[in-house]
Nanobody, 124 residues
């Protein structure tokens, strides 16, 4: 049974930082690209960042590239997303997805498995 479990969300003030984790089980983790997406009520799930099985990564916007850092530890079956200088517009549920691919994709349609999500709320 495939499971993706996100953790690390919470309430943070603008300008703060958070580190999210996505731990996978039930897959050969080394073969999978992992993507981070986020969703607010009433909107489609949007891309944040992804990392391929070989370590190549991508970010959806230049702002995310400047403030977000994605990494993976294959020994721990875990992908991390460090988010710095959080802004109120970063408030969302953050999901990780797994796609059987060496290359990462910023299209949520490419992902086969999803976690349950973790909430980030940025507010003073």
């Amino acid at each position: 049974q495939v499971q993706l479990v996100e953790s690390g969300g919470g309430l943070v003030q603008p300008g703060g930082s958070l580190g999210l984790s996505c731990k996978a089980s039930g897959i050969t983790f080394d073969d999978y690209a992992i993507g981070w997406f986020r969703q607010v009520p009433g909107k489609e799930r949007g891309a944040v960042s992804c990392i391929g099985s070989s370590g190549g990564s991508g970010y959806f916007t230049d702002s995310m590239k400047a403030r977000f850092r994605i990494s993976r530890d294959n020994a721990k079956n875990t992908v991390y997303l460090q988010i710095n200088n959080l802004k109120p517009e970063d408030t969302a549920v953050y999901y990780c997805g797994a796609a059987l691919s060496a290359l990462c994709s910023l299209s949520h349609r490419m992902y086969d498995y999803w976690g349950q999500g973790t909430q980030i709320t940025v507010s003073s």
